[in-house]
């Protein structure tokens, strides 16, 4: 198949693949910066725009196919090789690839994790096979913020009542904002970092820029507010800086089986 390339607007750029037809095949979104975005507000709400000969950094923030009959085919390496190769030779002065990416599962896998908890017997936690998913100051903390809500319920269940609620108060109350970012961030990089699938990070995005030559470098805490990122993410976006020798970083860790971190990857906040 032929693809071709088209780099449309300046600061925050869309390229194309397109096939003969013209018909756009996959669009990635990428936005010029001074420096790496912490949140996809900062970018899309970007007003004024950076001159472009003052952008340092590519930064990638969604790419989406338009056929579904691509679900599944891992064009990454090529598409983020190629689209690296084009904006090196237009602007040389872009020093730093990076991506801010979603983390579609993670709330899904921390709700299941949390309502089994909560509907476990009286007890059972106190039982060593049970997994403790709050530590104790996180669960007190938790119950002290929802006292007049939440009246005698668990941490567990404070922190499921929470995160279900439809019209998500949670992301717009600073008290409960507070009692959930620790958890809340703790939960994220052990999902990230060491829940896996058949070797592979879990997470649908992360295993898809992991493999492809990223590096996860940092979580960002309400990087994005849209009621899609608080139901899928929590709000939570992670930094991933786009290594040099991307084929030979992506054999390497498909041979590994393993998540690469940075050694200044760190948490928001710290």
């Known amino acids: ?10 600061n925050t750029g869309c390229l194309t693949f397109d096939v003969l037809s013209g018909e756009p095949l996959i669009f990635i979104e990428v936005a010029l910066l001074k420096n790496v975005a912490q949140t996809i507000q900062a970018i899309l709400w970007d007003d004024p725009p950076i001159p472009e000969s003052e952008a340092s950094c590519a930064l990638f923030y969604s790419i989406s196919s338009t056929q579904s009959g691509l679900a599944g085919i891992n064009l990454g390496k090529f ?10 030779q237009d602007m040389p ?22 309502a089994s908890q909560a509907q476990a017997p009286s007890g059972a936690s106190d039982s060593p096979f049970m997994e403790r998913l709050l530590e104790p100051n996180e669960e007190s903390v938790l119950i002290n913020s929802s006292r007049e809500t939440y009246a005698g319920k668990s941490g567990t269940e404070v922190m499921l009542n929470m995160l279900t609620s439809t019209n998500y108060d949670w992301a717009s109350n600073a008290e409960m904002l507070s009692a959930l970012k620790p958890p809340l961030m703790r939960l994220c990089a052990r999902y990230l970092l060491q829940e ?10 992360a295993n898809f820029h992991l493999q492809n030559g990223a590096m996860i470098e940092r979580i960002n805490w309400m990087a994005d507010r849209s009621e899609k990122g608080l139901r899928q993410s929590g709000g939570w976006r992670t930094s991933k800086r786009m290594l040099k020798h991307i084929s030979e970083q ?9 998540v690469a971190t940075s050694r200044r990857w760190r948490l928001e906040g710290e």
Do not use: E, N
């Open 1 to 10: 198949m032929c693809l071709s390339l088209t780099l449309l607007l300046l």
């Open 79 to 88: 598409l983020i090789k190629r689209v690296i190769t084009l904006v090196k």
């Open 93 to 114: 002065h872009i020093s730093t690839f990076a991506t801010l990416s979603p983390i579609p599962g993670y709330m899904q896998w921390l709700l299941c994790k949390l």
């Open 196 to 205: 896996k699938k058949r070797g592979k990070a879990l997470d649908s995005v």
């Open 250 to 258: 992506a054999t390497y860790r498909l041979l590994r089986m393993s």
